[in-house]
């Protein structure tokens, strides 16, 4: 005990800025360690973004990436079935959060110790067509695949944590600044990115497999706090006070099926993905034209991945709280997709390098300082087993659903540059027009359940 209050002492020191005046001394100690670990996992998770796609052109072929994340869906169902069935079987977050840590973290171990043992080996070096036969060719599968899913599982994992020790009250106050938080972790992570072609791939993917491992720990702390403070069996789920039947891999979904609210959440959550997966192979296409090896696209994406992430940190500092404060959730839940769809018809028009990065810019920036919070918010209006059993599904089902859905149009209109140009923009207009029929609807919903108390169970 003495160690969590001597660390979280420090940390408060050393994060003064996320000093979280709005709760009593305790929470505010475990509210900078929550922030710690949004900052070091986006931090730990842009790092190693832009070096998926550069490991992957390089030992399997851009031209691939359609089929690579159709195959990511079918990564999640083994990965799903665990983290549904480690959380049915202890109903406590720690043992959650500590399992898939572990997993990460010796898949990112074994990446670098695989890249490092090959470094000079001729199967992994560039040509002009990556074999199926190399060695590398399954290495730049098992990469992208474990990078991808980590952007699912694991950042999915830290806000369902937050919002199972948090109110809707708190979280006004609190969301902004965590976003706040995992933006300059984001920033620092994708700066660090641009020094790929000075250390090497190794050497990052170890330091990821380091900091995984580091920030289980905090959290760790963070929710020892939690404990101290609360009866943490009561507040990790508000419907123990009635005898429940266990449930199994497909509660989620079943929950998902059967509320409204929360199917209206999973189309809110997931369709921008799709509306992304589109704009950004669009982007990595036209950039093929003039990027010839992969360090180079790294560096590209690294750039790009700067740019989303510090105009996303502007904004989660000037705008984000104030907006849903004045606003409220509602207008912040339409604001999202009313900005991409002009945006999209700028790419139509001109589908040019430049706007398409731009566009990118916008559009990730806006899902991560705005809709973002916005979205985990929603999550304060219900049970726990919908924070964790169907928000597990659908931020790795539903977003992986969704870039799948992406990839398919991708990879039918790959044959064509101007087609996938135009007709892919075209298909991300259709996504937006049903998103903002969710968005509408859930506003309304929500400030109707926070109106009277009510949550959807």
Not at 375 to 403: C, H, N, P, V
């Amino acid at each position: 005990m003495l160690v969590i209050d001597w660390f979280s002492q420090l940390t408060t020191s050393v994060m003064g800025f996320f000093a979280f005046p709005e709760v009593d001394g305790h929470q505010q100690r475990m509210y900078v360690l929550i922030a710690l670990v949004f900052f070091s996992t986006l931090g730990g998770y842009w790092l190693i973004r832009p070096m998926k796609m550069g490991v992957f052109a390089l030992l399997v072929g851009i031209e691939h990436e359609p089929q690579a994340k159709l195959g990511t869906l079918a990564i999640l169902v083994p990965l799903l079935m665990g983290y549904n069935k480690v959380y049915s079987m202890f109903e406590n977050p720690k043992k959650l959060v500590f399992c898939v840590s572990l997993l990460y973290a010796l898949a990112f171990f074994g990446i670098a110790i695989c890249l490092k043992q090959h470094a000079d080996d001729t199967t992994l070096m560039p040509r002009v067509e990556p074999s199926p036969a190399s060695p590398g060719y399954y290495l730049g599968w098992f990469t992208y695949w474990t990078i991808e899913s980590f952007g699912s599982v694991v950042v999915a994992m830290v806000w369902s944590v937050t919002a199972v020790v948090s109110s809707s009250t708190t979280a006004r106050n609190v969301y902004p600044k965590l976003v706040i938080s995992q933006q300059l972790g984001a920033v620092a992570g994708a700066t660090l990115a641009t020094f790929t072609e000075t250390f090497g791939f190794p050497v990052f993917f170890a330091l990821q497999g380091l900091n995984v491992l580091a920030t289980s720990t905090v959290l760790h702390f963070a929710l020892d706090i939690h404990e101290r403070r609360t009866s943490f069996s009561r507040a990790l789920d508000r419907d123990r006070k009635v005898a429940r039947p266990q449930t199994g891999f497909l509660e989620g979904l079943r929950l998902i099926c059967t509320r409204p609210y929360v199917l209206a959440v999973l189309v809110v959550s997931t369709f921008a993905a799709a509306v992304l997966t589109i704009m950004d192979f669009q982007m990595k296409m036209v950039a093929k034209e003039t990027l010839t090896t992969g360090e180079e696209l790294t560096m590209l994406l690294a750039h790009l991945g700067q740019a989303t992430n510090i105009t996303s940190l502007l904004l989660a500092l000037f705008g984000t709280q104030k907006l849903i404060k004045r606003w409220g959730l509602r207008f912040c839940l339409l604001a999202y997709p009313l900005t991409v769809a002009p945006v999209l018809l700028f790419v139509a028009l001109w589908p040019q390098l430049w706007v398409l990065c731009v566009g990118l810019v916008v559009v990730k920036s806006l899902g991560y300082a705005l809709n973002g919070p916005a979205r985990e918010m929603l999550y304060l209006r219900t049970s726990t087993d919908i924070q964790f059993k169907a928000k597990s599904w659908i931020d790795m089902f539903g977003t992986r659903g969704a870039k799948a859905s992406g990839a398919a149009i991708n990879n039918a209109l790959r044959g064509s540059l101007t087609s996938l140009l135009h007709f892919g923009s075209l298909s991300s207009a259709l996504f937006v027009a049903v998103w903002l029929v969710a968005a509408t609807r859930l506003g309304r919903v929500y400030k109707e359940y926070e109106q009277h108390n009510r949550f959807v169970e």
